[in-house]
């Protein structure tokens, strides 16, 4: 595969630790009953944003703002890379640009709509919210920051698992949800980076849109086809020539798909079963799990819970379809 980004260097890796260190506070790691089974998960859900997403922005932005340019940067989200870029801009003055698809999730763009940012709607989905984020970077000479095509975004991300393996050094297993890749990738080059190259790293992406699952096996971006989902912040396509498809390829990871209606019935379990708000992002790792999709390898296996901002209407949707179906 041919790359036009490399990996975040070593440098990179503890620049961003210092940086999510200084501005965020941790996430903590809780044992989770899922269907009996003991799992850590790791509750970027309880991130200021609601996501993971504002740790790889937070360290891309900061990389912006030492470079002392004033320049504007410009990103194409489907609403929690956006939040996270809108979050990081009050903290380190950079101002930031953010294009969503028109139908991005309603809770999401809420959040967005508090920011002082530029808000674009823009395209039917991520794809197309992408290709107008590019033109206005090309237009308007702004910086572009990909949601996961970008080593100091990937290296930002790198900092959920820091800190997981520090509050759960025990881990011999971890379940990750992946759009793009950038917190897989993060994760994997975490774990080469504190030697712990004996935690098995999964990904997990929705059945109906698994872009890097079919471009690992030999599919170009185009040739995916997208169906709709509510693990939204996994859905749409990725690059073909991105540094996350390299580092996930180069380290074999593992891939699952989970049946969407699968994930739909997980919102619903989490929060009955163990009182979590998670978005069908994050569901998909916990569906993973609950209904066996992922094999079990180790002795002390986690997921990463990687986000909450889910619509009202969807949720409240989604939880008397759990009753109906008892």
């Known amino acids: 595969m041919k790359t036009a980004l490399g990996a975040p260097t070593a440098d990179q890796l503890a620049e961003a630790r210092e940086v999510i260190a200084r501005h965020l506070s941790e996430t903590p790691t809780v044992t989770l009953s899922v269907r009996g089974r003991p799992v850590l998960a ?35 989200s489907a609403g929690n890379h956006g939040l996270g870029v809108a979050h990081a801009s009050g903290l380190v003055g950079v101002p930031a640009t953010v294009v969503v698809p028109v139908n991005a999730s309603s809770a999401k763009v809420a959040k967005l709509r508090s920011y002082d940012i530029e808000l674009i709607q823009w395209g039917s989905n991520y794809d197309e919210a992408q290709a107008r984020a590019k033109e206005l970077a090309d237009t308007h000479s702004y910086k572009y920051v990909s949601a996961f ?68 096996r ?65 569901a998909a790792a916990y569906a993973a799990l609950a209904e066996g999709i992922v094999p079990v390898s180790g002795s002390h296996v986690g997921m990463i819970a990687s986000g909450r901002n889910i619509a009202r209407d969807l949720f409240i949707e989604l939880l008397q379809e759990s009753l109906a179906g008892h």
């Open 42 to 76: 790791k509750l970027e859900s309880l991130q200021v944003t609601g996501s993971f997403k504002v740790r790889g922005a937070l360290a891309a932005l900061s990389a912006v703002a030492r470079e002392g340019s004033g320049a504007r940067v410009v990103t194409a």
């Open 149 to 216: 095509n970008d080593p100091w975004v990937i290296a930002g991300q790198a900092t959920v698992f820091d800190e997981m393996l520090r509050q759960a050094p025990q881990i011999d297993q971890v379940v990750v949800p992946v759009g793009g890749g950038g917190l897989l990738s993060g994760i994997l080059l975490c774990a080469a980076d504190r030697g712990r190259a004996d935690v098995s790293v999964v990904g997990v992406q929705p059945a109906v849109s698994a872009a890097l699952y079919h471009v690992l």
């Open 218 to 282: 030999g599919a170009t971006m185009a040739e995916v086809v997208h169906g709709p989902t509510i693990a939204d912040g996994l859905a749409g396509g990725g690059d073909d020539d991105s540094v996350t498809n390299v580092i996930a390829a180069n380290h074999a990871t593992p891939f699952h798909l989970v049946p969407e209606a699968q994930i739909r019935s997980a919102v619903a379990e989490a929060a009955s079963v163990n009182g979590l708000v998670l978005e069908g992002s994050a």
